[in-house]
């Protein structure tokens, strides 16, 4: 069974940091671009970050970049994302996912996702 696990989430201040982490289990998705999307309460599910199999590119949304850095260690099968100077924004459920084909680019659409997580939640105060 192919499981996502993300942790990390929480509750921190305003400019605070949180580094959450997406374990893999049941298969291995070192050869797979995986990405981290997030959903605040009431609004549609959006692309945060994404990194190919080989770490060679790491995409962002506007919204993060300079702010939140997405890395994997592919030995163990785990994805994270460094989230630092967060603000009332980024507040929402954050997903981890996996591409559903091999070697390919960062894709920003939640289509070219065939493996997600359960999530985690994180809450910044003002």
């Known amino acids: 069974q192919v499981q996502l696990v993300e942790s990390g989430g929480g509750l921190v201040r305003a400019g605070g940091s949180l580094r959450l982490s997406c374990a893999a289990s049941g298969r291995t998705f070192s050869w797979s671009t995986m990405a981290w999307f997030r959903q605040a309460s009431g609004k549609e599910r959006e692309f945060v970050a994404g990194?190919?199999?080989?770490?060679?590119?790491?995409y962002y949304a506007d919204s993060v970049k300079g702010r939140f850095t997405i890395s994997r260690d592919n030995a163990k099968n785990t994805v994270y994302l460094q989230m630092n100077s967060l603000g009332p924004e980024d507040a929402a459920v954050y997903y981890c996912?996996?591409?559903?084909?091999?070697?390919?680019?960062?894709?920003?659409?939640?289509?070219?996702?065939?493996?997600w997580g359960q999530g985690t939640q994180v809450t910044v105060s003002s």
């Open positions: 996912a996996a591409d559903r084909e091999t070697d390919r680019a960062v894709y920003t659409s939640t289509h070219e996702y065939a493996y």
């Open positions: 990194i190919t199999w080989s770490s060679t590119t790491a």
